[in-house]
């Protein structure tokens, strides 16, 4: 790790464009329609927001527990980039944190949330146009996708570049997801009666078991 490198904060065209890259991103695979759906993307955006602007703007978890840290680990540059990769640094890894196993977990965790939310849309979409139930491709293994895809990519998130206000932010996300989670099943069970009681007693809500399908 470079300590000598000069700060990275205060990188205000960044925190923007990183943020609109991931949402818009985010946007093009969920596509919002409802209200609830509008919520649940909002929380999602908002928690992006705020880990871009510690990662490039403002580091306010290091400055809060500047003084801890510098003791903890001296000769560390808390003000360069590679510092804010707090996993790394408080395991004592000393290759570049970019290719560091958080950051190497942190991407597959991205990436297959995003590749959740692709696949879970396209099985949404077509049943919401004919105005049937979704329990094919991934909804055949869970019943909510897109929202184990939301939670995977700010687990991923979390392991790359920690900060106290995605620490707070994200159990609130979770909870407010299985919230809306219930409601969409009462919402589900209300249109599709038998059918989606069916597949409710077959299809786990969140923790699929491999090797075994629905029967819905």
């Known amino acids: 790790m470079d300590h000598n490198a000069a700060p990275a904060y205060g990188l205000w065209s960044l925190v923007i464009i990183n943020s609109l890259v991931f949402i818009?991103?985010?946007f093009s695979f969920t596509k919002p329609r409802t209200s609830r759906d509008w919520r649940s993307f909002g929380?999602?955006?908002a928690f992006l927001v705020a880990l871009f602007t510690e990662m490039y703007g403002f580091p306010l978890t290091i400055y809060l527990f500047s003084g801890w840290l510098s003791q903890r680990f001296p000769g560390v540059?808390?003000?360069s980039h590679d510092a804010g990769h707090l996993l790394e640094v408080m395991f004592g890894l000393k290759s570049n944190p970019h290719f560091g196993p958080f950051h190497i977990l942190?991407?597959?965790l991205i990436g297959?949330?995003?590749w959740l939310l692709a696949s879970a849309w396209k099985v949404l979409y077509a049943a919401q146009r004919t105005h049937q139930l979704a329990a094919t491709g991934a909804y055949a293994r869970v019943r909510h996708p897109q929202y184990i895809?939301?939670?995977m990519i700010m687990t991923g998130f979390l392991f790359q570049w920690p900060t106290l206000i995605t620490l707070v932010m994200f159990p609130v996300l979770v909870?407010?997801?299985v919230r809306l989670a219930r409601r969409e099943e009462q919402d589900a069970r209300a249109e599709f009666g038998e059918a989606y009681s069916h597949y409710e007693a077959n299809t786990p809500a969140f923790f699929p078991k491999f090797g075994v399908k629905s029967h819905a």
């Open 43 to 45: 929380a999602f955006s």
């Open 175 to 177: 909870f407010m997801y």
């Open 77 to 79: 540059d808390f003000l």
């Open 149 to 151: 895809g939301f939670i």
């Open 106 to 108: 942190s991407n597959v």
């Open 112 to 114: 297959l949330g995003f």
């Open 24 to 26: 818009i991103f985010a």
